[in-house]
T-cell receptor, first 112, second 116 residues
Framework: QQQVKQSPQSLIVQKGGISIINCAYE??????FPWYQQFPGKGPALLIA?????SEKKEGRFTISFNKSAKQFSLHIMDSQPGDSATYFC???????????FGTGTRLQVFP | DTGVSQDPRHKITKRGQNVTFRCDPI?????LYWYRQTLGQGPEFLTY????????KSRLLSDRFSAERPKGSFSTLEIQRTEQGDSAMYLC??????????????FGPGTRLLVL
């Protein structure tokens, strides 16, 4: 059962453009929503995270928008750079276990 | 401060053989997680430890899989009688485990397993 749905599967953006990746979740008990970035041959690395009591969080060029009523959240990468080319995963967790439920990933390619 | 390390980075084995992977978490991190990632998919939770106690196991973890964290530091994941379907990247992550919900999990580079 896929509890976190992610789209698109792949994304091509020109340098300087905005990259937008969307996720939807089903379990209303989720209370922590991180985004991870993964380069080939590496483990995922935390990019930015949000809790459901906040509708938006910004860190540098990266912004999470969160819509609790729609059970959706998205990652916006402003001024996308070739170095941002990687696979991005949204995830969700709940309660004390913190086990992460990941989306299927979005492969981002930023062309100069 | 060193990150999470995993050993080996790559493992090729024949079907039916046993394999063991090791994970060394960030020093003083109380929680340790194992995930499995297949090609083109997100990581899937397998199991986690709070110190030396294994607190949850996914249904993905068949009886051929066993994980230990004997002294609350490093952990091992053993797969017995490997099958071709076990081919995947096995990721380890650790977190402080002090506050409960919403702590950052730091991932290691993974062990890529290929079962022939």
């Amino acid at each position: 059962q896929q509890q976190v749905k992610q789209s698109p599967q792949s994304l091509i953006v020109q340098k300087g453009g905005i990259s937008i990746i969307n996720c939807a979740y089903e379990n209303t008990a989720f209370d922590y929503f991180p985004w991870y970035q993964q380069f080939p041959g590496k483990g995922p690395a935390l990019l930015i995270a949000i809790r459901p009591d906040v509708s938006e969080k910004k860190e540098g060029r990266f912004t999470i928008s969160f819509n609790k009523s729609a059970k959706q959240f998205s990652l916006h990468i402003m001024d996308s750079q070739p170095g941002d080319s990687a696979t991005y995963f949204c995830a969700a967790s709940r309660g004390n276990t913190d086990k992460l439920i990941f989306g299927t990933g979005t492969r981002l390619q930023v062309f100069p | 401060d060193t990150g999470v390390s995993q050993d080996p980075r790559h493992k090729i084995t024949k079907r039916g053989q046993n394999v063991t992977f090791r994970c060394d978490p960030i020093s003083e991190h109380n929680r340790l997680y194992w995930y499995r990632q297949t090609l083109g998919q997100g990581p899937e939770f397998l199991t986690y430890f709070q110190n030396e106690a294994q607190l949850e196991k996914s249904r993905l973890l068949s009886d051929r899989f066993s994980a230990e964290r004997p002294k609350g530091s490093f952990s091992t994941l053993e797969i017995q009688r490997t099958e071709q379907g076990d081919s995947a990247m096995y990721l380890c992550a650790s977190s402080r485990g002090l506050r409960g919900a919403g702590e950052t999990q730091y991932f290691g580079p993974g062990t890529r397993l290929l079962v022939l």
